[in-house]
C-alpha cells in the first residue's frame, strides 16, 4: 500500500506521457506511450504497482526545483559526505522548438545524478511492473544496460554504472566524486518491435540537453503575462502543456487514477482522458500562459472528435479519451489496493455515459474566446457548431446530472441551464462568422426563456443565493460562474449575495470552498475543491472585492506542494492535498483567477476576457 503524501511528487512530462517522481527519487506512477496507456510503474497505487528509484544510499536531506522555464526536475541531495544533483526528465526529441515541442518524443526517461561536491552514495532499485502490475518481467544483463521481456512489453534501462539483474529486479550501488556523473534511461518497445539498443552516456547527456533547451524555447515564446503571481502563473502553463498529448493538443485533466477524494474512500476516479467541459476555461487559461496557439489546437481537435455527435442528433458526449476515443467504460482492478487503501483502483470512466447537457455552453464558449481564428475553421466545424447552438436551444429544459457528475436522479441544475444560455449567447456573437444569421432571432428568443428561468427558479429566498438546482436551497459553488460568464453584471444584488453565500457557508476553515455539501447519491465524503476556490476569488475579483479576492487566491495557492504543484482537492482536517494530480482544472483556476485579480487590481475591467487584451 503506498503510503507517501500525494504533495510528494513532481511530474515530468514529454507531452505524450508522464511520470511521478518522489521526493526521494522513486518514479512511481509512469504510463507510456500513452497518459491512458498502462502503467509500467504503479507504486503510486500499491507496492507491487512496481518503481524506480534513484537516490542518496544513507541519510540525506533532499529539495527540488525545476531547471527554469522547464519542466525538468532538479532533486539536490545532501549528504555527511557530499553533494548530488539528480536530473529527471522525459525526453524531448531533437529541434523541438516553440510550437514543435512534443512532435518527436521519443518516450524515454532520462536520469543523470552528478555529485558538485565531495563524495555521494547512491543506489538504483528498479522494479517496472508493467500492466498495472500484473507483469513481472525477465530481465538479463546486457552491454550498457538490461532488458526486461514481459506481456507485451520491452524495457531496457541504460546505465552506466554496472548494475545487479536478480529475478524482477535490477539493483546498483556506487559512489560518485566531484564532478562525476552517471546517467540512466528508460526506453519502452512492443515485443513485435525491434529491442532498442541501451543509449551511450553521450547520447543520454544529449537528451537531457535538448529537452532543457526545448522548454525553455516553448516558454520563452508563449509566456508574456506579467501580473500577480507571475511565477505560478507561467508555471501553471507550463503544467498544462505537459498535460497535453501533443499528437491531438487534448489535455488531460490529470495524468493519474483513482487517487482518492478521502483517504481510504471510494470516490476514486481516472482522469487520464479529456472533458469537454474543461474547454472554455482551459481557452483563456491557454491566452494567459500560454499563447492562443495552444489555445486554438485544443478546440479544433475537440471540435472534430465531437462533431459527428451533432451530426447525428445524438447529445454531445462530456469527454473523450486523447486521440478522440469515445469508448472509456470502466472496471475495477481488484489486485490493487490503491493510495492508502483507498479501494477501488478504477480504469476507465463511466461518466462517459453520463448526460450533460452542460457541455454545448463550454463548446461554444470556446468558440467566442477563439472568434478571431474561425474564419479559418472549415464549413463542417461551422455546421458543427450551428448544430450544437441548436442542440441546446431543443434540449435546455431537459434534466441531466450536472458538471460534477453526480451519480444519483437527474436533476435541473443550474450550472446547466446557465452553459445553455452561454451557448446562445456566443452562438448569437458568433453567427456573422458562422453565416447563420437567420437563426438569430430562434436563437435570441430561447436564450432570454432561458435567463427567465434561472432568474425565477435558481434563485432562492431561503438561501439568499442562486443554488444547486431549480427549487433547491442548497448551494453550490458553479453558481460563481453565473458573473463570471457575463449572465448578471457585477453590480447585481443577487451576484453579490450569491457571492457572499458561498464564501460564509461553503467554506472551511482554512477558506478553501467545496463544490457543495448537499448528498450526491456516492458514499462517504470529499475535501475541498482547488478549483472552486480559485472560482470564488475570480467572482470576488469581478464584483470589485480585491482584497477578499487576494486573500482567497493565497489561501488556495498556500496548497501547491514544493514545486508549484496542486491536485483537485485539499483534506479539510489535515489540509493534505486529495485527488489526481496534478489536476490541470486546478491550474486552471489559478490562472483565471490571478487574470482576474491583476485587471481589477488596475482598475480595468475583471470580466474582460484575455483574449480581449492580447
Known amino acids: 500500500m503506498s503510503r507517501k503524501p500525494i504533495a510528494d511528487y513532481a511530474l515530468v512530462s514529454d507531452c ?33 504497482g512496481g518503481h524506480w528509484r534513484l537516490g542518496a544510499a544513507g541519510e540525506h536531506r533532499a529539495s527540488r526545483r525545476y531547471i527554469d522555464l522547464t519542466m525538468v526536475l532538479e532533486t539536490t541531495i545532501e549528504t555527511a559526505t557530499g553533494t548530488a544533483t539528480v536530473v529527471d526528465a522525459l525526453a524531448l526529441g531533437p529541434d523541438e522548438r516553440g510550437h514543435e515541442l512534443g512532435t518527436r518524443s521519443p518516450g524515454i526517461v532520462v536520469r543523470r545524478v552528478t555529485v558538485t561536491r565531495g563524495t555521494v552514495d547512491m543506489e538504483l532499485d528498479y522494479q517496472p511492473r508493467p500492466e498495472y502490475g500484473l507483469i513481472r518481467p525477465l530481465m538479463s544483463g546486457v552491454d550498457r544496460g538490461v532488458v526486461g521481456r514481459g506481456g507485451a512489453d520491452v524495457l531496457v534501462l541504460s546505465s552506466t554504472v554496472p548494475l545487479h539483474v536478480e529475478g524482477a529486479a535490477a539493483t546498483g550501488h556506487f559512489s560518485l566524486s566531484d564532478a562525476e556523473s552517471a546517467f540512466f534511461a528508460l526506453s519502452h518497445s512492443t515485443g513485435w518491435e525491434p529491442v532498442p539498443a541501451p543509449l551511450t552516456a553521450a547520447e543520454m547527456h544529449r537528451l537531457l540537453d535538448q529537452t532543457i533547451a526545448s522548454w525553455k524555447s516553448w516558454s520563452e515564446l508563449h509566456q508574456h503575462y506579467e501580473g500577480p503571481w507571475r511565477d505560478l502563473v507561467h508555471h501553471s502553463g507550463r503544467v498544462l502543456q505537459a498535460l497535453t498529448f501533443q499528437p491531438t493538443g487534448a489535455i488531460v485533466a490529470a495524468p493519474t487514477t483513482s487517487l482518492p477524494e478521502t483517504p481510504g474512500g471510494a470516490r476514486n476516479w481516472d482522469y487520464r482522458y479529456t472533458w469537454v467541459r474543461d474547454a472554455s476555461l482551459t481557452m483563456d487559461a491557454l491566452w494567459v500562459a500560454a499563447c492562443p496557439d495552444e489555445a486554438y489546437r485544443f478546440f479544433e481537435w475537440m471540435a472534430i472528435a465531437v462533431a459527428s455527435h451533432v451530426a447525428l442528433g445524438e447529445d454531445l458526449q462530456i469527454m473523450y479519451g486523447v486521440g478522440g476515443e469515445r469508448d472509456l467504460s470502466e472496471r475495477e482492478l481488484p489486485h490493487l489496493s490503491g493510495w492508502r487503501d483507498s479501494r477501488p483502483v478504477r480504469i476507465g470512466n463511466g461518466a462517459w455515459k453520463q448526460r450533460q447537457i452542460d457541455v454545448y455552453g463550454e463548446l461554444i464558449g470556446a468558440a467566442r474566446a477563439l472568434q478571431r481564428y474561425l474564419g479559418d475553421v472549415d464549413d463542417t466545424v461551422k455546421r458543427f457548431l450551428i448544430g450544437a447552438a441548436d442542440a441546446a436551444a431543443r434540449i435546455w429544459k431537459e434534466k441531466d446530472q450536472g458538471i460534477w457528475e453526480i451519480r444519483g436522479k437527474p436533476r435541473h441544475f443550474l450550472y446547466s441551464k ?12 458568433l453567427a456573422p462568422l458562422l453565416d447563420s444569421g437567420e437563426r438569430i432571432g430562434t436563437w435570441t428568443a430561447t436564450r432570454d426563456q432561458i435567463r427567465q428561468a434561472i432568474l425565477d427558479q435558481g434563485w432562492s429566498e431561503r438561501a439568499n443565493a442562486f443554488t444547486q438546482s431549480f427549487g433547491s436551497s442548497d448551494l453550490d459553488a458553479s453558481s460563481l460562474m453565473l458573473p463570471i460568464v457575463g449572465f448578471l453584471p457585477a453590480t447585481d444584488a443577487r451576484v453579490r449575495a450569491t457571492v457572499s453565500a458561498i464564501a460564509e457557508r461553503l467554506t472551511d476553515a482554512r477558506g478553501l470552498v467545496y463544490r457543495y455539501r448537499a448528498q450526491d447519491g456516492l458514499e462517504g465524503d470529499e475535501g475541498t475543491f482547488l478549483l472552486c476556490t480559485f472560482w470564488l476569488a475570480q467572482a470576488q475579483a469581478i464584483i470589485g472585492d480585491v482584497d477578499r479576492a487576494t486573500a482567497t487566491m493565497e489561501a488556495a495557492i ?50 474582460d476576457t484575455p483574449q480581449d487584451v492580447f
Open 558 to 607: 498556500a496548497h501547491a506542494n514544493d514545486v508549484g504543484l496542486l491536485a483537485e482537492e485539499v483534506d479539510p482536517a489535515s489540509g493534505e492535498l486529495l485527488g489526481n494530480f496534478p489536476q490541470a482544472f486546478s491550474h486552471i483556476g489559478l490562472i483565471n483567477a490571478a487574470w482576474a485579480i491583476s485587471r481589477a487590481g488596475t482598475g480595468e475591467a475583471a470580466t
Open 418 to 429: 446557465l452553459m445553455c444560455w452561454v451557448a446562445l449567447d456566443a452562438a448569437i456573437e
Open 16 to 48: 505524450r506521457s508522464a511520470a511521478l517522481v518522489s521526493r526521494d527519487g522513486s518514479i512511481d506512477w509512469f504510463c507510456a506511450p500513452r497518459f491512458d496507456s498502462p502503467s509500467l510503474c504503479a507504486r503510486l497505487l500499491d507496492d507491487r
